[in-house]
């Protein structure tokens, strides 16, 4: 075995007996992969290594790591399990292989013990592999807890208490030599059934009806029921120990016997290689506008013969590309239609089925597609609650800033947001455990795995061609393959989480323009590359703008900023003008530039989007804008400045026309008034039965009064066909500009970790030495103190004493305990000679601790010294300190 691994013999070349001295044979980088692996080893940091293995060696702890084993290392711990302990390595790998043997398994078996044993769950040389104690209890095999081998009890659980004449009857059954000594009629029995040659003898003895029964049980469960009168298959088999009796009416296999019937295998299926990948078949899963490219691999065709389904990359990034845009705009458009004030909060959290339903067809897609881009947006950090009495959704301040940056960008902060957070939108619409219905924003959705799943599953499309999109079978049994702890069904759906999140993921990255027609973009890739490299591997700069902000990253990471870069050339650039037309329509051939975009909409009514977005003017448009401030004149200005096509006459009177009865009403507050130097338009607004529910009666020639509100007066003329303006106090004109309502500034919502963050170099580097440094001063050699003499005063003998107590403290690695002077003596002692010395120290808290120091100075109460357990100089108050003890050696 290397260094490093945990196999080395210990001190002195005995082999380890224990975990904790098998991590003492580990080098510091063996110890902060383990601790990189568990991260939950570091809450808080183990005082030593015996800590440390029993902090490995609890159930929770064991439970995590097992979950995050891939199929073939978990069912090399599973073999272990069921087999002696300690097994070498050559009874673990014949249960792997078999008898027939597998290259495969072979090529694959020292990676996985090597994993094992690297995260601790495994330790002892390859002569002596022994599992962590509560790994094996939650592997092997009972009658509670079945093992995933399908093996079950051995011969010696199996017969545990079954009394000496049973076992003689079954001695006598298989033609074994009688003996009246359990044990060894249970290591006879054993025996027999783990030799080939004579179990093989034994079962050609055996009825076909009771070879039946062993075929039903060899593979798991090895449990069945009997009854009072079993049939004679049963009894022959019974007879012989081959059935042995785990309750009354319940008969087991015996793991020996199970065995050969295996060949000798503990898996009937394992899995050594995971499975590939595989690329789509042409048509599978495609829409009718997608076309795919047919091209066939080295060997002609795929497995199953058809043709992969393949486009040319530059059609996958441009869809993706396009795709990536409309992302954009439905972001900006649920922003805008929650711009005054969205939806109310639920009382338990969350938006409601009927606001989810409005915004749905506000965006014009489906209930779960607004769910997922509500999400989104929340999740970026650009919607949030505003915190008021009567509790809104509403766009952040961060929402301004972010539809400054350039287009590149903001779907870069998108697709970060989305690789990264935790909430799920999929749940929406689904129940807890409680019953109750999870709701859009509600505070259930946040679910641990799915950062690390969606980046899974785009690592697993980067490892397809470019242009390739993957089989969602294949790609499944690739997850369950790599987390099968994580809770695969038994029918092999795709209804666990995992497997759910994996096909949320590659529905949501095709919205979200990451995928295109099922493959992944390039810019997608950069996404996905680690910082400092593009994806070729080579190193990026951020020199050329490409379209991006010039003043720096927008709050993006290296990695978004390459997506950034990479996205830019592939997005259209924003357009400044329109198509007129003669049937009051405006055609944008592209996306438009804000300013012209946000006017447009205000002036016109939005009839279709897509490639091209069609507005549509209509009187209530055009007055829209009026209300907004514009003029006729702005108007005209405007649609001649910024389209391509001349003015048509029908929108230039459209806009005339609405314009001359602009305003000619006036509404006020009485409650509401309306005033006219047209006394003909007042007494036809007094004539109309439509102004009965308004309440109106004439104060002057030019006045009317209303009980309504200004606003139900303003709707009221307009429905009857007028086009009243709405006036100020001061009799002016009153502009109608949308308000936006803002939230206070929020921060996005932080993402619940599956379990403790991976932790960083500079931890595992500080946490390593603070765990050699507190192993050193619990295992270090105290220098032995010699007996005191028989005729020795009392004061000699008292002072001795003291001191072996101190060394035998030390010894059964306590605290050592001396008295304050002998304290100061030893500190000064050690001062003056430059040795180190072991203390027990109680600081302020009321906490205990082992150190080693090597004092420098002594004075004024204090000890300053070199702390070998911190790695640094410190001082120490001399009353805080408990006793002190020589070492037999200087560690430094």
Avoid at 30 to 46: F, G, H, I, K, Q
Wanted: aromatic letters at 4%.
């Amino acid at each position: 075995m290397s260094e490093g691994t945990g196999g080395t013999p210990g001190p002195g070349g005995t082999p380890p007996r224990t975990l904790a001295e098998a991590l003492r044979t580990r080098g510091d980088d063996a110890l902060a992969a383990l601790l990189r692996a568990r991260p939950d080893l570091l809450n808080p940091v183990p005082g030593d290594l015996t800590q440390l293995a029993t902090r490995a060696g609890t159930r929770a702890s064991v439970v995590r790591a097992l979950e995050r084993l891939d199929r073939f290392t978990l069912q090399t711990a599973e073999a272990l399990a069921v087999a002696p302990e300690p097994a070498p390595y050559d009874t673990l790998r014949a249960l792997l292989t078999g008898d027939e043997g597998d290259e495969r398994i072979e090529a694959a078996l020292p990676a996985a013990v090597a994993a094992l044993r690297d995260q601790a769950l495994l330790w002892g040389g390859d002569d002596r592999l022994r599992l962590v104690r509560t790994a094996r209890e939650l592997l092997a095999p009972s009658a509670t807890h079945p093992s995933p081998t399908g093996l079950g009890p051995t011969v010696t659980e199996a017969t545990a208490g079954m009394s000496p004449g049973r076992l003689q009857e079954i001695l006598t059954a298989t033609g074994l030599p009688s003996t009246h000594d359990p044990v060894s009629a249970v290591a006879a029995l054993t025996a027999l059934f783990t030799d080939r040659t004579r179990m093989a003898a034994l079962l050609d003895t055996a009825p076909m009806d009771a070879l039946s029964v062993l075929d039903r049980l060899v593979w798991g469960p090895p449990y069945g029921e009997v009854t009072s009168s079993p049939t004679p298959p049963v009894r022959w088999l019974r007879d012989r120990g081959l059935l042995l009796p785990a309750t009354t009416r319940t008969v087991v296999l015996p793991r020996e016997a199970a065995l050969h019937l295996r060949a000798g295998r503990a898996h009937r299926r394992p899995e050594p290689v995971a499975p590939a990948v595989a690329p789509r078949a042409e048509g599978a899963g495609a829409g009718s506008a997608t076309r795919f490219q047919a091209v066939r691999p080295e060997s002609g065709r795929p497995e199953d013969g058809r043709p992969q389904a393949v486009a040319r990359p530059q059609v996958v990034d441009s869809t993706a590309a396009g795709q990536a845009y409309t992302a954009l705009a439905t972001v900006e458009e649920l922003a805008k239609d929650w711009n005054e004030g969205g939806p109310n909060v639920l009382r338990a959290g969350g938006l409601s089925v009927r606001d989810l339903k409005r915004t749905a067809t506000a965006l014009d897609v489906t209930e779960p597609v607004a769910a997922f881009w509500v999400e989104l947006t929340y999740a970026a950090g650009l919607l949030a609650t505003d915190g008021e009495t009567e509790e809104r959704y509403a766009p952040t301040p961060g929402y301004d800033d972010w539809q400054e940056l350039p287009a590149p960008e903001r779907w870069a902060r998108l697709a970060t947001a989305w690789l990264t957070a935790t909430r799920t939108a999929g749940l929406v619409g689904s129940q807890d455990s409680k019953g109750r219905t999870l709701a859009v924003l509600g505070p259930d959705l946040d679910r641990g795995p799915a950062p690390e799943v969606r980046r899974r599953v785009l690592e697993l499309l980067a490892t397809l061609p470019e242009g390739t999109a993957p089989d969602p079978e294949s790609l499944l049994a690739r997850l369950r393959w790599e987390r099968p702890l994580r809770g695969a069904s038994a029918a092999g759906r795709p209804d666990d989480l995992r497997g759910r999140l994996a096909a949320w993921t590659l529905n949501e990255a095709e919205l979200l323009g990451i995928t295109g027609r099922g493959a992944l973009s390039s810019h997608a890739r950069a996404l996905l590359t680690p910082d400092g490299k593009d994806e070729r591997g080579e190193t990026t700069g951020t020199s050329g703008t490409g379209g991006l902000s010039p003043s720096g990253t927008g709050g993006l990471s290296p990695a978004g900023l390459r997506a950034a870069h990479a996205l830019a050339p592939l997005l259209p650039e924003p357009l400044d003008h329109v198509l007129l037309q003669a049937d009051l329509t405006a055609v944008a051939p592209g996306p438009l530039l804000r300013h012209l975009a946000e006017l447009l909409s205000v002036a016109a009514d939005v009839e279709s989007k897509g490639g091209a977005t069609v507005y549509r003017f209509t009187p209530g448009s055009v007055r829209r804008a009026l209300d907004a401030g514009q003029s006729a004149s702005d108007l005209h200005e405007f649609l001649k400045n910024h389209s391509r096509t001349p003015v048509p006459q029908p929108l230039a009177y459209l806009i005339d026309d609405v314009a001359r009865k602009h305003g000619h009403l006036r509404v006020g507050v009485a409650s509401a008034y309306v005033r006219c130097d047209d006394e003909a338009v007042l007494d036809e607004i007094l004539a109309d039965k439509r102004s009965q529910s308004l309440r109106l009666r004439r104060l002057a020639p030019t006045v009317l009064a209303a009980h309504a509100d200004a606003a139900t007066l303003l709707e009221g003329l307009r429905a009857m066909g007028f086009a009243p303006a709405a006036e100020s106090p001061d009799g002016d004109v009153m502009i109608t500009r949308a308000h936006a309502h803002r939230t206070p500034p929020r921060a996005a919502p932080a993402p619940v970790p599956d379990g403790p963050p991976t932790p960083d170099g500079t931890l595992l580097s500080a946490a390593v030495r603070a765990i050699r440094a507190g192993d050193m001063a619990a295992t270090v050699v105290r220098r032995p103190v010699p007996e005191p003499m028989a005729s020795g005063s009392a004061t000699l003998s008292a002072a001795a004493a003291m001191s072996g107590s101190a060394s035998a403290a030390g010894a059964n690695g306590a605290l050592p305990r001396t008295t304050s002077a002998e304290t100061l003596a030893t500190v000064q002692a050690a001062a003056m000679t430059g040795s180190a010395v072991w203390i027990g120290y109680v600081n302020a808290d009321g906490a205990a601790s082992q150190r080693v120091i090597a004092p420098v100075r002594v004075e004024g109460g204090f000890v300053t010294a070199y702390d070998h357990t911190a790695d640094e100089v410190r001082t120490y108050p001399l009353h805080r300190i408990t006793g002190v003890a020589e070492l037999a050696d200087d560690p430094a």
